[in-house]
């Protein structure tokens, strides 16, 4: 909601944004128990980004290693089995054709 000029407060506005449903509840139960809400947060976070004059904290890629089964413990071996079993149930998977074909095209490669 946009406040009046001269009404006393600063004027809003509404920001409307996209979260994982998991994401979302977890930070409003830490939120909640900090004393604050998700707006309040938010704002926060904005705030301290426009203070730091970009993001208030370290934003770089996670680099992983191939996994090497040799390297693993069973239960290290378990987990990423658990991932993978996970991701084919939930449809996270691509045919190695499309793979393969997404490379050719990708690098200009003429399919066999």
Not at 12 to 40: C, W
Not at 70 to 75: E, K, P, R
């Amino acid at each position: 909601m946009i406040k009046q000029e001269g009404d006393g407060m600063m004027s809003t506005t509404n920001i409307n944004i996209r979260v994982n449903t998991e994401l979302k509840k977890s930070a409003e139960l830490l939120f909640a128990d900090l004393g604050l809400n998700m707006s309040t947060a938010i704002t926060m976070f904005l705030k301290s980004a426009v203070n730091h004059n970009g993001i208030p904290f370290e934003v770089k890629r996670v680099v992983r290693d191939p996994l090497a089964l040799g390297a693993m413990t069973q239960d290290q071996l378990n987990v990423e089995l658990e991932k993978a079993h996970q991701d084919v149930s939930e449809g996270r998977i691509e045919s190695a054709g499309a793979v393969f074909s997404d490379v050719r095209s990708e690098f200009g490669l003429d399919n066999p």
